[in-house]
């Protein structure tokens, strides 16, 4: 069965950082678009940033600047770095392993980020 288990989430300071983590199991991880997303409570999921199996990125002009996503292919690790949090950050954050061929589509159960002072 395969598993995208987060990690990384907490309380933070606006201004602050915080580095989200995903690790995959069971999927055959490179080939795979692995995407962060959040959700907001009465808001729709949202797509903050992906990163295709070549190492090409996508970001939400939301967080352009303040956000980094980056992949480590040995580890079967995905990685969120926050920096310059808002409070409009406050989510909780997916993670998403996509198969653009097969259409295989997977999520991890979802990691806390609160911003507020």
């Known amino acids: 069965q395969v598993q995208l288990v987060e990690s990384g989430g907490g309380w933070v300071q606006p201004g602050g950082s915080l580095r989200l983590s995903c690790a995959a199991s069971?999927?055959?991880?490179?080939?795979?678009?692995m995407g962060w997303y959040r959700q907001a409570p009465g808001k729709q999921r949202e797509l903050v940033a992906s990163?295709?199996?070549?190492?090409?990125?996508n970001y939400a002009d939301s967080v352009k600047g303040r956000f980094t996503i980056s992949r480590d292919n040995a580890k079967n690790t995905v990685y969120l770095q926050m920096n310059s949090l808002k409070p409009e950050d406050t989510a909780v954050y997916y993670c998403?392993?996509?198969?653009?061929?097969?259409?295989?589509?997977?999520w991890g159960q979802g990691t806390q980020v609160t911003v507020s002072s």
């Open positions: 069971r999927i055959i991880f490179s080939i795979y678009t």
């Open positions: 998403n392993a996509y198969n653009t061929i097969g259409g295989s589509n997977y």
């Open positions: 990163i295709r199996s070549g190492g090409s990125t």
